[in-house]
Each structure stands twice: as structure tokens, then as C-alpha cells.
């Protein structure tokens, strides 16, 4: 019942900002796009997401100019920004999927048969919709419990006590799916390579020598961001990024060469 | 039989004809010969033609020639007059021989007009002079001049000439290799062969003819060595040797024999160096078009499919075909997309070409052709796909737009993998097509509900709401409880209270008031126990009861018995205390017993 009315509400809200979004920059840049103008493709959506808000649509439409415009690196930026805001979004992993398949790197898969499930069920919908699912089992949980603690009969007492375990275990999972999905939803440890290429460093310096020479990794590969050094003159934009690639190799890279996703 | 040689009689029995034999050219000064010749007919000698700048000196000389062939028993005969005019060419210019009419058997012939060029006489040789001490230079078909001695560099050349001096990349150009000679030749053999770094090549066919040319102030005979068409493949200035010729040429040497002088032939070697000749290629302008792929010249497209009805599993030859004339053959395959469902084998490229424009161009065909099969009934497009070409006449870039093939396809007949069910199966070979952008709300910032405060507090209302339920059911039944112990206690209590008045009854051996008051006790108690409405207050329904509370037949029967003896001590007034000390014990017993079940 809370659900239906949530929905409801939400409902409402969302008829609100259509209407009030008609005629917008973002059209334009679609009929730019349909015009296979991508460069000016490209400026609208931007604008767009700067002044009329962002969305998993718009953030896809912009990946697809990029990637007609060949730029694979901001294409793949674009396309995991569509997806942090809305994990479900079909269009924007099957286009991310494709663009991946086109970029230099390959990273390598260390993912296990569990974490690779855990991965599809987290991004099979959205953070909210995994609150309400994991606030919805609560109910029923709740519910098992009163069947347990009201009924007089001795099979509805053990139904509720058994399903109730049972649904314990699942609303901690979908709790945990839920958390895990906001963390994705808000983290900034990801990054995008946007430079065509870029040499990773054993140290936050350029590479003076070979030895210092960790790897060159190219656009679209995504790094994990552990650390960041500054200049002390302007220590709020980093320079370097301490970075971690596959199985755990750290190494340095200049901060203007990735795009925080 | 007669008919078959009626045939041949027909076949053997030639057409006569009237030519003039191409005339060549002629250096001023010297005599020439002009020559018809009238082939299978028989005619007059015609009036000499009139010849600009020459002096007409003898004709017609008329000589006749015939031959008769026998082959296989067929017999063929041929005849031909020739007829010569014999001139002396004084001035030098272009000459036009007129047309010339004869007539024959009745038929009057005419034959082509031509024309042939008088070249200006030798120019004398200020070098050539010193050189030779004095001898004057040789001059071509005047053994008097031909003297053994050196031969200057001016006496025999290899030279390399192109059509054109400036051409585009791509743009076919006629390399010609001409010998140029004074003497006459006997051998000739090639010791170093052209280069032609830069070029593809391909050689084109000469003939065997020599002429006379005047070039640089003197007179040769020229023979084309070697005719090329040349496809520059670099921009830049490209230059082509002639290559390295041994020569063996033929001198006359003065013999005096005594009373007459004579004129004795003496083979020279010679080895020509060799010429090279520069040719201007120009870049194809930039920026080339999308699809550009190096047609050079002027082309015409055209597609065919056939058969036009297409059946599924059965073969269509789509033709792409450039026509035109340019470097048609080193053009590249169209890359022609064929719809899903339409099988394309690899394609069969098919080119033809023939020399135009003089043997300076290479007009041609290019044909592909892709043998497609239908794998599915439907209707489909065939993309036609534009021909680029640059232009060099006009220095641009032109489009040829070809257009789109509809293609309907039937069902094939008894084709089992028609029928066949196939899996729909798709690949992912580009992006997906954009969504439009505002099918989506859109939000400067996100807020999740798991963060807000909305999310815990919904969790505290639910387990609240539980425990609330949980409160309220307990004291329910709290409540239920209470209820029924104070029915069970106020039954205790109203039986004891009635015992009690029995007892007083008892006591005061009022064995009347005894027997009532404890009947009305008794009945009292179990309908208060047993929860039993007094209508239903009858022996059966009570035993019955008493036995579903828990007694046994027994007790049962003590309760009845009781309850029987109440009744019938009413009836009988005559009691002893006794008696009555024993009934009232008996009820006592019966209400701890029920009592005992209670508490079980």
C-alpha cells in the first residue's frame, strides 16, 4: 500500500518536470544528432545536462555522439554516467558493451561466477527500487513474525518461524544490494581514460627513465582511484592520481588525462 | 550441288576496290612516288591529282599483279593494278591528296583523301661541320653522305616523348620510345630497358612502320620502339629514361676500282646513350571526398540484377558496371552492402578495355558482378552504393549517384531450407540508436531514498506497529483469561455459598429445605461450569457434557447419581441424617472432583 502511494507521488512528480522541460536544448541536440551533426550534437547535450539536469537518457545520447564523433574514451565516460544514474539501463550497457569492444585495453576479467551474479542483480534496478524491495521483504518478515507469535496453530507457528528465517536472510541481502547499489550510485573512485593514451609512473612525476615506466594504458580504459597529490599552491585540484589497474597494480597517472565518472 | 557451287562462285567473286596507298612523308627536294591501287577491277588510269608544292614529273605508270590461289580445292584468284604518279617535292608544308575517282565494270570507286607532310631539307651543321673535318653531315637516303667516320650524337637517337607534359595522378599518359636515325640499320638490340619508376605500365602495340620526321633542323627516319601507357602513381616530376641500345648501323665507303668509283656498305657499332624525359604529375586536389578511391578520368555507372524476379535459395547476379575512360583498370571493387537475409559470394570482377583517343586513353568496362542468394521471402533494397571519380579535364571531383535496387523475393520452389525454421539470431554491429532525450525526468542531483531519513523511520513504524499489535493482543487475552477464572470462581463460590445454605438446611434438619437447596446448587454449579444455557439443562445432555469436560464414566455416574437422589429425597419426606450427612458429602466430593479436572 505505502509502495503504490510512493509510486503515486513519484508519479506525479515525474509529469511535473516533463511538461516543464518541453521544447529544450536537449531536443535540439538530438535533431542535431539525427542530422549526424555530432560535434554540435555533443555541445547541446553538454549544455543541456548543465542547465536542464541529468539524465540516464541524456547521458546515453551523449556516449553515442561521442562514439560517432570517435571519441571512445568520453563515449565509455558517458555511458558509465548513464549507468551510476540508473544501473538498469539496457540501452546504455549494451552500447557500453559495444564501445568496450572497440577500445585498445582489454581489462582483464577476474570476476567469479558469485560476484558476476551479485554484479547483474545490483544493476538489474535502482538504488530506490532496491530500498522499497528490501523495505517490502522487511514487511513480510515482520508479518512471519506475528503469524509466529499470534497463531494458535502448531503448522501456522512453524511456517511463520521457518519462513520468517528464511526471509531474514533475504531482506539482509537486498539490504546489502541496496547499500552496495547507492555506493556505486555516489562513488567517485572510478575514473575513465579520456587522453588518447596515457603512461602510467611508478611515482607522481613524469617518466624520466624506462624503469620508471609502469605501463601506457589507452581511452576507455577505467581505473580505480586510490589517492591523489596536489601542488601546494593549489592543493584542491590533484595532479597526479594514484591509480589501481587490474589485479591490484598501483601506479600514478596525471590527473588531467582521466575523467572522475 | 549446284547450289553449294552457286555459293562459292558467290563467296570467291570479290568486291573491286580503289585505295591510295598512305603516302610517307617526304624530305623537300626529292622525288616521291604516289600510288593507287585498284584491287579485283579493271579501269582506266585516272588523271593525275594535283599536289600543292609539287611538281608532278611522270605518271601513271600502271603495273598489274595477280595471283591465284588453290587451297583444299577451293581456288581464289586475286588481281590489283597499281597506279603511279611520280612528283618532286619543291615546297615544304602539309600536302592533301584529293580523292580520286575511277570507274569500274560500270561502278564508279573513289578512294580516301590523305594527307603527308614535305619536311624542310637538312639545315647545315656549323658542329657537325668542324667536327668531321669538313664532311658535310649525313642526310638519310643519300649514300653520298653516309661516309664512315664518326657518327655525332645528332646521326642516331633513342628518344623518350610523353602525350602530355603536365598530368594528375591516376591519369593515363602515352610514353612513346622512338629511334632516330640517319643510316640505315641492320641489327638492334636493347642492352639497358627503360625504367619506369613511379608508373604502372602497360605496354600498348606498335607498328612496324618507319617514317620520316624532321626534328631539330634535320631529317631522320623514326621507328617507334615501344608505346606505353603510363599510370603515374606519385605526385612530383617523374622522369623516364630511354634505355641503352647497341646499334649496328650501315656507312658507305667510296671504293675506287680504277675507271669507275663505287659505293661499298661497312657495318658500325654504336651504342646511343640514353635520354631521360621529365613528366609533371600533380597531386589529386585535397581534401579527397569520402568513398574516393582513385578513379581517374570520366566514368559512367550502371547496375543490373538478374534475374530480376528473385526466388529464395536461388542465384541473382547483381552487376556493378563503370564504364568510361580513365584508369579503369586498376579501379578498386565497390563495396556493395547486401541486405540480412541475402547471401553474397565473393565477387567476380571483369575488366575490358581498348585503346582511344589515338592510342593516348583506355576506354574499358568495369565489371563486378556479386552472385547473391535470397535466404528469406520479403521485399529488400540493395544500397547503391556512388562512384567517385576525379576528373582531370575539369580538375574536380565528381559523384556518380547510383540508385537503390528494390528487390522483391518469392518463395523458391522445393527448396528444403526454405521451410526450414531458423533461429532468430541478431549481432551487435553498432551502437543503438539514441532514446529521445526527454523520455526521462532529470534532476540537477540525486538523492537515494536509502540515505534519507524517510527509509529508518519506515522501518520504525513498521516494528512500532508490530510491537504495538503485540501489546494490545496480549492484554486481549489477558483480559479473556480473567474473564473466565472469574466465571470459574464465581461457580466455586455460588456452589459453596449454595452448599452452605444446604448445610444450614442440614444442620437444622430441615431435610426438605436440604434436598432444594442443594439440587438448586448442584444444577447451578454445572450449568455455570459447563457453560450450559438452562434450557438445555436436562440429565442426557449434562452427562454427555460432563463426560466431554473430562470425567470419567465413574465420576460421571456419582454426578447423576447425586442429582437422582435430590430429586427423589423430595419425594420422599422420610430421611434420616444420616442420609443426609452422606448426600451432602457425596455433592462436596462431586464438585472437587470437577474441580480436580479443572485443574488437570
Known amino acids: ?261 | 550441288m549446284l547450289l553449294m557451287l552457286g555459293v562459292i562462285a558467290l563467296a570467291a567473286a570479290q568486291q573491286p576496290s580503289f585505295s591510295l596507298i598512305q603516302p610517307r612523308n617526304v624530305v623537300q627536294g626529292r622525288n616521291f612516288a604516289l600510288t593507287f591501287r585498284l584491287s579485283d577491277g579493271d579501269a582506266n588510269p585516272p588523271a593525275a591529282p594535283q599536289l600543292k608544292g609539287c611538281t608532278l614529273l611522270f605518271g601513271p605508270a600502271v603495273s598489274t599483279m595477280s595471283s591465284t590461289q588453290i587451297v583444299n580445292g577451293r581456288i581464289t584468284s586475286s588481281s590489283s593494278v597499281d597506279f603511279s604518279f611520280t612528283y618532286r617535292a619543291d615546297e615544304p608544308g602539309t600536302v592533301d591528296v584529293p580523292e580520286l575517282t575511277v570507274s569500274s565494270e560500270g561502278k564508279t570507286l573513289k578512294s580516301r583523301p590523305a594527307s603527308f607532310q614535305i619536311l624542310p631539307s637538312d639545315e647545315p651543321r656549323q658542329s657537325g661541320g668542324s667536327q668531321n673535318g669538313g664532311r658535310p653531315s649525313a642526310s638519310i637516303d643519300d649514300p653520298s653522305t653516309q661516309t664512315p667516320g664518326r657518327i655525332s650524337s645528332d646521326d642516331l637517337l633513342v628518344r623518350v616523348s610523353f602525350s602530355k607534359s603536365s598530368v594528375y595522378e591516376q591519369e593515363p599518359v602515352v610514353a612513346t620510345i622512338k629511334v632516330y636515325t640517319k643510316y640505315d640499320i641492320s641489327s638492334f638490340m636493347p642492352t639497358a630497358q627503360p625504367a619506369f619508376d613511379g608508373f604502372l605500365c602497360e605496354e600498348l602495340p606498335v607498328s612496324n612502320e618507319t617514317s620520316i620526321e624532321h626534328y631539330n633542323g634535320s631529317n631522320y627516319h623514326t621507328a617507334v620502339l615501344k608505346k606505353l601507357l603510363l599510370y603515374p602513381q606519385k605526385a612530383g616530376q617523374l622522369s623516364v629514361n630511354s634505355g641503352k641500345y647497341d646499334v649496328s648501323i650501315v656507312q658507305y665507303e667510296t671504293v675506287n676500282m680504277g675507271f669507275f668509283r663505287t659505293q661499298r656498305p661497312v657495318e658500325k657499332q654504336v651504342t646511343t646513350s640514353s635520354n631521360a624525359a621529365t613528366l609533371s604529375v600533380k597531386a589529386l586536389p585535397e581534401p579527397r571526398p569520402a568513398g574516393f578511391n582513385g578513379a581517374v578520368g570520366q566514368f559512367s555507372v550502371s547496375t543490373s540484377l538478374e534475374p530480376e524476379l528473385m526466388r529464395t535459395n536461388e542465384a541473382s547476379v547483381y552487376s556493378y558496371i563503370v564504364k568510361g575512360t580513365g584508369n579503369i583498370k586498376y579501379l578498386s571493387e565497390p563495396s556493395v552492402q547486401f541486405p540480412v537475409g541475402i547471401d553474397a559470394y565473393t565477387p567476380k570482377t571483369d575488366i575490358k578495355t581498348n585503346l582511344v583517343g589515338g592510342g593516348t586513353n583506355m576506354s574499358g568496362i568495369y565489371r563486378t558482378d556479386y552472385t547473391i542468394v535470397p535466404q528469406e521471402v520479403g521485399a529488400f533494397t540493395i544500397e547503391g552504393v556512388p562512384f567517385i571519380y576525379f576528373d582531370p579535364s575539369t580538375g574536380k571531383y565528381e559523384t556518380v549517384d547510383v540508385a537503390s535496387t528494390p528487390i522483391k523475393v518469392l518463395r523458391g520452389t522445393g527448396s528444403a531450407a526454405a521451410t526450414e525454421q531458423r533461429e532468430i539470431e541478431g549481432s551487435i554491429n553498432d551502437i543503438l540508436h539514441i532514446r529521445p532525450s526527454d523520455s526521462q525526468p532529470r534532476s540537477h542531483s540525486m538523492s537515494y531514498v536509502l540515505r534519507s531519513a524517510v527509509y529508518p523511520v519506515a522501518y520504525a513504524v513498521v516494528i512500532l506497529a508490530l510491537l504495538v499489535v503485540v501489546v494490545v493482543y496480549r492484554r486481549h487475552i489477558r483480559l479473556q483469561a480473567d474473564v473466565t477464572g472469574r466465571k470459574l470462581a464465581k461457580a466455586g463460590r455460588v456452589a459453596n455459598k449454595r452448599l452452605r445454605d444446604a448445610r444450614a438446611a442440614m444442620n437444622a434438619h430441615e431435610n426438605d429445605r436440604f434436598y432444594a437447596s442443594l439440587a438448586k446448587a448442584l444444577w447451578g454449579y454445572l450449568s455455570d461450569k459447563l457453560q450450559i444455557s438452562a434450557s438445555q439443562l436436562v440429565r442426557d445432555n449434562v452427562a454427555e457434557k460432563l463426560l466431554a469436560y473430562g470425567l470419567t464414566q465413574e465420576q460421571t455416574d456419582n454426578v447423576l447419581e447425586v442429582l437422582d437422589r435430590c430429586e427423589m429425597a423430595r419425594f420422599t419426606p422420610q430421611t434420616s441424617d444420616d442420609e443426609v450427612a452422606e448426600i451432602y458429602r457425596r455433592a462436596t466430593a462431586v464438585i472437587k472432583n470437577i474441580e480436580d479436572v479443572r485443574r488437570k
Do not use: C
Not at chain 1, 588518447?196 to 624506462?210: F, I, N, V
Not at chain 1, 596536489?230 to 594514484?242: E, I, L, R
Open chain 1, 1 to 261: 500500500m505505502m509502495m503504490k502511494k510512493f509510486a503515486t507521488i513519484l508519479l506525479a512528480a515525474l509529469s511535473l518536470t516533463v511538461s516543464a522541460s518541453a521544447l529544450s536544448t536537449a531536443q535540439l541536440a538530438d535533431s542535431a544528432y539525427n542530422k549526424q551533426n555530432y560535434r554540435e550534437a555533443i555541445e547541446l547535450y553538454q549544455q543541456s545536462i548543465a542547465t536542464e539536469g541529468k539524465s540516464a537518457v541524456l547521458y546515453t545520447n551523449l556516449g553515442n555522439a561521442y562514439f560517432r564523433n570517435d571519441n571512445l574514451g568520453r563515449a565509455v565516460l558517458s555511458y558509465e554516467r548513464a549507468l551510476k544514474l540508473d544501473p538498469s539501463d539496457g540501452d546504455a550497457r549494451q552500447n557500453l558493451a559495444f564501445v568496450r569492444s572497440r577500445i585498445q585495453d582489454r581489462p582483464e576479467d577476474d570476476s567469479s561466477f558469485f560476484s558476476n551474479m551479485h554484479r547483474s542483480v545490483v544493476a538489474s534496478a535502482r538504488p530506490d527500487t532496491w530500498a522499497w524491495i528490501a523495505f517490502g521483504v522487511f514487511v513480510l518478515l515482520v508479518g512471519a513474525a506475528a503469524l509466529y507469535i499470534f497463531s494458535q496453530n502448531v503448522a501456522l507457528r512453524k511456517t511463520g518461524f521457518f519462513g520468517g528465517l528464511v526471509l531474514l536472510f533475504v531482506f539482509a541481502y537486498l539490504l546489502f544490494v541496496a547499500f552496495d547499489s547507492v555506493d556505486r550510485a555516489t562513488g567517485t573512485s572510478s575514473a575513465i581514460v579520456t587522453a588518447p593514451s596515457t603512461q602510467l609512473t611508478s611515482a607522481p612525476r613524469g617518466a624520466g627513465s624506462d624503469s620508471d615506466k609502469v605501463v601506457t594504458i589507452h581511452e576507455g580504459t577505467k581505473v580505480e582511484i586510490i589517492d591523489s597529490v596536489a601542488t601546494p599552491d593549489d592543493p584542491v585540484s590533484p595532479v597526479w592520481y594514484n591509480v589501481n589497474i587490474n589485479h591490484g597494480t598501483k601506479a600514478w597517472l596525471r590527473a588531467t588525462d582521466v575523467e572522475r565518472i
